[in-house]
């Protein structure tokens, strides 16, 4: 049957790929990935995808290099195979801090990313909450921005006992505002704001709170946790001001370096993260919240050519 609709995976988060597929009701297609003595990727996918629509799944996640070039390898794989169309599903797109040039001979990493999933034969993208919206002008195909706010609602409203009254969404610096409203919005609650600046890289000063936090919960909204530093600092802060509980929620969970022992031992009482990136032990006090649903309805929907601006209306 021609032009029916095949999932595969690489080998960067294979629980979500498992739990799209288990979602979709779909079995996943077979990638048989190895290396050579020197590192070369090497792959074969296990049948034939000639005339399909396939959805290739794989986030660009740490080891970032090894990931992104996994990627390509198996777009190249699938064009020269003669698949109908490459959706590539990349849950968290990493470069994407890398989006304009900042200083003088700064390098646009997350436009170069664009011309490489292109060039090797993508015919649409699908991401969740990439750091700067403004990366989807980088592609000439379509592109699909997914926004994990839903599920921090429905787990929030079903884990915490929140009084609309007592709490209030904070947003770690001011890049984070418009995600930071637009979740308060869902929640109908109030918004803060932090006001951070950064003297060097991953390292993050809180100077102010912008708003009102005290005898509050604070839910700090963010779209990534790599070193943790910032979501440390503003936890601090919030407390230093009188909020009775801080929640953190990020959509990608990075935690670089010795982040998630500094987070545990932090005054953040909760941390909610999605599983963009795989992750296979956690502190207790981090919680994994799945994002397959969403990737899998909006996978149904491309394939059926409905909207997908729907599932957050």
Excluded: W
Aim: glycine share 6%; net charge neutral; aromatic share 6%.
């Amino acid at each position: 049957m021609k032009n029916e609709m095949k999932i595969l995976g690489g080998s960067s988060n294979q629980p979500l790929v498992e739990k799209i597929c288990a979602y979709m009701n779909v079995n996943q297609i077979h990638v048989d990935i190895s290396h050579f003595a020197d590192g070369e990727i090497n792959m074969r996918i296990e049948e034939t995808v000639r005339g399909h629509d396939v959805f290739l799944i794989q986030s660009t996640s740490p080891p970032v290099n090894d990931n992104l070039m996994e990627l390509l390898i198996i777009i190249d794989a699938l064009k020269r195979a003669s698949a109908n169309t490459i959706a590539v599903v990349i849950p968290y797109y990493g470069y994407a801090r890398q989006d304009r040039k900042a200083r003088g001979r700064d390098p646009i990493s997350a436009k170069l990313v664009a011309n490489l999933l292109t060039t090797a034969g993508a015919t649409r993208i699908l991401t969740m909450d990439l750091h700067s919206e403004q990366i989807q002008g980088f592609f000439d195909i379509p592109v699909d921005n997914l926004q994990s706010f839903p599920v921090f609602v429905d787990i929030l409203k079903k884990e915490e006992r929140l009084d609309r009254d007592k709490t209030v969404v904070v947003a770690p610096d001011i890049g984070a505002v418009k995600r930071a409203r637009k979740f308060a919005e869902k929640m109908s609650l109030p918004i803060a704001i932090l006001d951070k600046r950064r003297p060097k890289e991953n390292v993050a000063e809180i100077l102010h709170v912008i708003g009102d936090v005290e005898g509050m919960t604070s839910i700090m909204f963010d779209d990534m946790i790599d070193t943790g530093k910032t979501l440390i600092e503003g936890a601090k802060l919030l407390k230093q001001k009188g909020s009775t509980k801080v929640i953190a929620c990020a959509t990608h969970g990075l935690f670089s370096q010795n982040s998630l022992e500094m987070l545990d031992k932090s005054q953040i009482d909760k941390i909610y993260v999605t599983d963009t990136i795989a992750h296979y032990e956690l502190p207790n006090k981090i919680k994994l919240v799945s994002v397959a649903p969403l990737f899998g309805e909006a996978m149904i929907r491309i394939k059926k050519s409905l909207s997908i601006s729907i599932l957050f209306k």
